[in-house]
């Protein structure tokens, strides 16, 4: 049963209600307050009518999440949105994080379908073997932090599921993690694949090497996947083998 003095932290999915889980559908439902990311909000207000609404704007997260707490706090049940899952990238760490300073609120992350997994459906089967998902934003992150990380997924061969991987003042990142991953070892004919607008409208994917992938423009709706030594493209598709004898 859904509790009152609660925050339901809500992973949306790539933004289709299709792609929305019914463990979300029921908590959506059961709040009194819908708050989050002005555009992730947009994706489902026509759904709730009749529900109190709180947006904001991006770099307005903590607000966001103090605000959710804060409610809830009142009595009533707010559910603080996210695109994909609140886990990954999204509000669940910070609202987490700032719980204690509001006694007597229950939080629960409700999970979602993140792009890493949305878009691999979309390719293929571009992250059946061990994978590494690494944002190239460094908003929050120092950029020699993140070359490590692709250094290190390079060497040890991982496929990669890469979010955030350009933005207006980010323009050659993508290229910057390309190169980084040539000269920790992988190929340049690495299978690579890229999918924008994940289950929305004008939803575009494309397979390419990872020496093209170089030259390549993206933007913030974009989730780049990058192959191992053994990925292929079969079929029009992006297949990593899992390693089972016979295929």
């Known amino acids: ?9 809500v992973g949306l999915g790539p933004g289709d209600s299709q792609f929305l889980t ?3 559908a029921a908590a959506l439902d059961a709040a009194d307050v819908l708050c989050g990311y002005t555009v992730y909000v947009e994706l489902i207000r026509a759904r709730y009518p009749g529900k109190e609404i709180c947006t904001t704007g991006m770099t307005k ?9 804060q409610t809830a706090q009142s009595g009533k049940t707010v559910a ?3 695109s994909g899952d609140a886990g990954v990238y999204g509000m669940a760490s ?3 994080e700032l719980a204690p300073a509001c006694p007597g609120v229950e939080v629960e992350i409700i999970p979602g379908l993140t792009a890493a997994l949305s878009g691999a459906a979309v390719l293929g089967a571009p992250l059946a073997h061990d994978f590494c998902v690494v944002s ?3 908003r929050l992150t120092p950029w020699p932090v993140i070359e490590k990380r692709l250094a290190c997924a390079a060497a040890g061969d991982f496929c990669l599921a890469l979010y955030n991987p350009s933005s207006k003042g980010r323009a050659d990142y993508l290229a910057k993690a390309v ?3 040539l000269a920790e070892g992988k190929a340049p004919d690495t299978i690579c694949g890229t999918v924008r607008n994940i289950g929305r409208t004008g939803q575009t994917a494309r397979l390419l090497t990872l020496a093209e992938l170089e030259k390549t423009e993206a933007d913030m709706f974009t989730t780049v996947f990058v192959g191992n030594a053994a990925t292929k493209a079969q079929n029009g598709k992006m297949v990593t083998p899992r390693g089972y004898h016979g295929v």
């Open 1 to 9: 049963m859904m509790n009152r003095n609660v925050v339901y932290v």
């Open 61 to 69: 997260e903590i607000d966001r999440c103090r605000w959710a707490l």
């Open 136 to 138: 190239l934003s460094d």
């Open 94 to 96: 910070p609202l987490l």
């Open 22 to 24: 019914a463990q979300a």
């Open 80 to 82: 603080l949105v996210c």
């Open 179 to 181: 190169r980084i991953l």
